[in-house]
């Protein structure tokens, strides 16, 4: 799978604005490959990643693994070698939240998952989370702010770039939210 430059840059923007919660698992094995990634596509950057950029308390995506997975020294399995293993037992998971519509003027949000993916397919899931950060079916820029924002948020291709905090706009803090699954 080609991932481009402005896949990288949105994916990095996604992470660093803390938009994503990836479970202990996975952080440190995605965070080196996508630091790789962009070390490799020279993408240009102020800072940094950090374990802390993937976790958040209120995410729009997230990539969790019920199994510890050996980013480091495992052996890719030929493929012709691999298993037929049905979907229930593929452990690695990635879900995007996104708006799907409005209820007594509050957001309703529907979790989708993006992919299910094998211990061994550990590189094809962090490739589809990148792509999946990096599309503006998920998320895009701001055309006043130019800070990226959870699609859902942009009205025109534009946030309400008046308001403090994204957790204010979603209404985290006010128990009337409505989510949808």
Same mark, same amino acid.
């Given at each position: $799978?080609e %991932?481009?430059?402005?896949?990288?840059?949105?994916t990095?923007?996604v992470?660093s604005?803390?938009?994503?919660c990836l479970? /202990?698992?996975?952080?440190q094995?995605?965070?080196?490959?996508?630091?790789?990634?962009?070390? /490799?596509?020279?993408?240009?950057?102020?800072?940094?990643?950090?374990?802390?950029c993937?976790?958040?308390?209120?995410?729009?995506a997230? $990539?969790?693994?019920?199994?510890?997975?050996?980013?480091?020294?495992?052996?890719? $399995?030929?493929? /012709?070698?691999?298993? *037929?293993?049905?979907?229930r037992?593929?452990?690695?998971?990635?879900?995007i939240c996104? %708006?799907v519509?409005?209820?007594?003027?509050k957001?309703?949000?529907?979790?989708k998952? %993006?992919?299910r993916?094998? /211990?061994?397919?550990i590189?094809e899931a962090?490739?589809?989370?990148i792509v999946?950060?990096?599309?503006?079916e998920?998320?895009?820029y701001?055309?006043?702010?130019?800070?990226?924002k959870?699609?859902?948020?942009?009205?025109?291709?534009?946030c309400d770039?008046g308001?403090?905090?994204m957790?204010? %706009?979603a209404? *985290?803090?006010?128990?009337?939210l409505?989510?949808?699954y």
């Amino acid at each position: $799978m080609e %991932i481009s430059r402005n896949q990288l840059k949105q994916t990095l923007d996604v992470l660093s604005q803390g938009y994503v919660c990836l479970d /202990e698992n996975l952080r440190q094995g995605v965070l080196v490959y996508i630091e790789s990634q962009l070390i /490799e596509q020279t993408v240009e950057r102020d800072q940094y990643l950090s374990l802390e950029c993937f976790h958040c308390d209120y995410p729009y995506a997230r $990539m969790g693994s019920a199994t510890d997975i050996d980013f480091f020294n495992g052996q890719e $399995m030929p493929k /012709e070698d691999k298993p *037929f293993i049905g979907d229930r037992f593929n452990t690695i998971d990635i879900r995007i939240c996104s %708006i799907v519509g409005t209820h007594l003027s509050k957001p309703v949000y529907r979790w989708k998952t %993006i992919g299910r993916f094998q /211990e061994h397919e550990i590189l094809e899931a962090i490739n589809a989370l990148i792509v999946s950060l990096g599309s503006d079916e998920y998320f895009s820029y701001c055309a006043s702010c130019h800070e990226v924002k959870p699609t859902g948020y942009l009205n025109n291709n534009a946030c309400d770039c008046g308001s403090e905090t994204m957790q204010a %706009i979603a209404g *985290f803090k006010d128990n009337n939210l409505s989510v949808a699954y």
